[in-house]
């Protein structure tokens, strides 16, 4: 099995989204992600009431109810996603709770640009999905007000033999799913960007969330 990793271009990414929109859940089965990571992952942002948060990579709104929940109706929440395919489903979550204080939007990341300064920012599994990241990360880091709060959460390669073990068919699996570069390594990305770097890791180092503080 093959260990490099070649990106697809965004056409190709969006489509595959479009088509696998209702594998999300089978697919966090077959991936063994934690129960409680993602409200885990929104904790570590340390929201409060009244906040303005945004999710880059939304997809079918898994993350919106913890996002919510963590602003309170007087917050804003803010989606982002390319995928009119995985974002039809979010707004039907959000729909069906009937929130109004959640704003999704069908865009490349990279384009983004939200209506006012935010509090904080999550990249919801979708910074390794997006061959463009670190164009994407200078976007989220400029519409975040200084002092404002990043987090990336998402799955990884296990340390040590582990990893280098699994990789070949962690990359044959990506290629087969939800595309995640697996050699993308986005914590060294960001810690040098930010204040208060911090990092957790889940399941034996196979998932992590990552944080920072936007410098004023
Ligand atoms: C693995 S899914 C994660 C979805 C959701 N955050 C979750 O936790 O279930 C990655 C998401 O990122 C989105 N995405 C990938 N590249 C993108 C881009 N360039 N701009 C906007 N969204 C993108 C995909 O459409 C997909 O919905």
């Known amino acids: 099995m093959a260990i490099q990793w070649a990106d697809y271009d965004l056409d190709f990414i969006r489509r595959r989204y479009d088509r696998i929109a209702s594998l999300i859940i089978p697919f966090e089965w077959l991936l063994f992600m934690p129960t409680a990571f993602r409200r885990t992952a929104v904790e570590r942002i340390g929201l409060t009431p009244g906040e303005r948060v945004l999710e880059i990579g939304c997809g079918t709104g898994r993350n919106l109810p913890f996002l919510r929940d ?3 109706p007087t917050g ?8 009119p395919g995985m974002l039809t489903r979010a707004r039907g979550v959000v729909a069906r709770n009937g929130w109004t204080n959640i704003q999704l939007t069908e865009s490349d990341a990279a384009d983004y640009r939200a209506p006012e300064p935010l509090d904080a920012v999550m990249f919801g599994l979708s910074y390794n999905t997006m061959p463009h990241h670190r164009a994407v990360l200078a976007r989220a880091l400029d519409l975040l007000r200084p002092g404002g709060r990043i987090v990336i959460m998402d799955a990884k390669l296990p340390p040590g033999i582990g990893g280098r073990l699994v990789l070949p068919f ?3 699996l990506m290629k087969h799913t939800v595309l995640g570069n697996p050699h993308i390594r986005p914590w060294e990305h960001l810690a040098p960007l930010v204040d208060d770097f911090a990092m957790e890791e889940f399941l034996f180092g196979s998932y992590y969330v990552c944080r920072g503080v936007k410098r004023g």
């Open 70 to 72: 963590a602003v309170g």
């Open 76 to 83: 804003r929440v803010y989606g982002v996603d390319f995928s």
């Open 170 to 172: 962690s990359i044959w």
